[in-house]
């Protein structure tokens, strides 16, 4: 597996040693549904990412004509910046989420385990922005022929979107099973 980490003193594990906490074969309802949601998550952000390039791009046109066009050549700049920034910024964020993805409860994780940072987060927006632009969005299809429902830049940037709440119901009942294992023990 190929995992471009930006920083290599962050690796716990050998490169392509997949972190028990998001192991399909060990965690198979952390994606269950995955695909659905990940593409209702992709229209909700692509709607907000709308409404804010729409907001700047009146503000930009009311600054031209304030500065006789000036700021007009920035317009077309606009369409790239925001959502490269908003997919960036949220998925490096603390949520490990953009808004759609927090609505559909589902968040990035890296393969190697915990969240992504702001390097990787870009690194996983230019490959994701990248791949459906040169190959009008069927690269995407990678995603049914895995136990991960990975596609081809999360492979690339070393992460995996993964169930926000089942993962949380997971976490729980290992820790019941951990207490029951102990108490039948004692």
């Known amino acids: 597996m190929v995992n471009f980490t930006l920083n290599p003193n962050e690796t716990k594990r050998p490169i392509g040693a997949v972190d028990p906490d998001v192991d399909p074969l060990i965690h198979p309802e952390l994606y269950i549904g995955l695909i659905f949601k990940r593409v ?3 229209i909700i952000d692509a709607l907000i990412i709308s409404v804010i390039v729409g907001f700047v791009w009146v ?3 009311i600054l031209g004509i304030v500065t006789l066009g000036l700021t007009f050549g ?3 700049i606009v369409i790239f910046i925001i959502p490269f920034a908003y997919h960036t910024f949220f998925i490096g964020g603390p949520n490990s989420a953009t808004i759609g993805m927090q609505i559909m409860d589902i968040e990035v994780r890296r ?3 915990g969240s992504p940072d702001y390097s990787q987060a870009a690194v996983l927006t230019v490959l994701f922005y990248g791949s459906i632009a040169l190959t009008a969005w069927l690269i995407l299809l990678i995603a049914f022929f895995g136990n991960s429902r990975r596609c081809l830049h999360d492979y690339f940037s070393g ?3 993964v169930n926000k709440l089942d993962a949380l119901v997971s976490a729980k009942r290992i820790a019941e099973l951990a207490v029951d294992q102990k108490s039948n023990e004692a």
């Open 40 to 42: 209702a998550a992709y």
């Open 74 to 76: 920035l317009m077309g």
């Open 59 to 61: 503000g930009l046109g």
């Open 111 to 113: 393969w190697i385990g």
């Open 159 to 161: 992460t995996v979107v």
